[in-house]
């Protein structure tokens, strides 16, 4: 499970969120870049998640959508299997 926790996707959300959140802090009003900024956050949050779920179904065989990054990864294990 670190494997995942550890993964660069999810350490570089994580540190993103928490920059926006030191902005927060200062007394600086909420303008529609920081709007933009908390929008940017929470995609790149999401795909990081995504990439872990998608990564730890295809290390237990079960398959992932075509659009995955790690859908080539699996198709390969998918041949190769299938060669045996």
Do not use: C, H
């Not at 920059?19 to 900024?37: G, H, I, S, V």
Request: glycine content about 10%.
């Amino acid at each position: 499970m670190r494997q995942y926790i550890f993964g660069t996707g999810l350490l570089s959300a994580i540190t993103g969120g928490i920059t926006l959140l030191r902005a927060l802090r200062n007394d600086e009003p909420f303008t529609w870049r920081t709007a933009l900024a908390w929008l940017s956050w929470g995609i790149t949050l999401a795909l990081a998640v995504g990439a872990v779920v998608d990564t730890r179904r295809a290390r237990r065989g079960k398959v992932i959508s075509g659009d995955s990054p790690v859908a080539k990864k699996q198709q390969k294990l998918l041949k190769k299997r299938l060669a045996r």
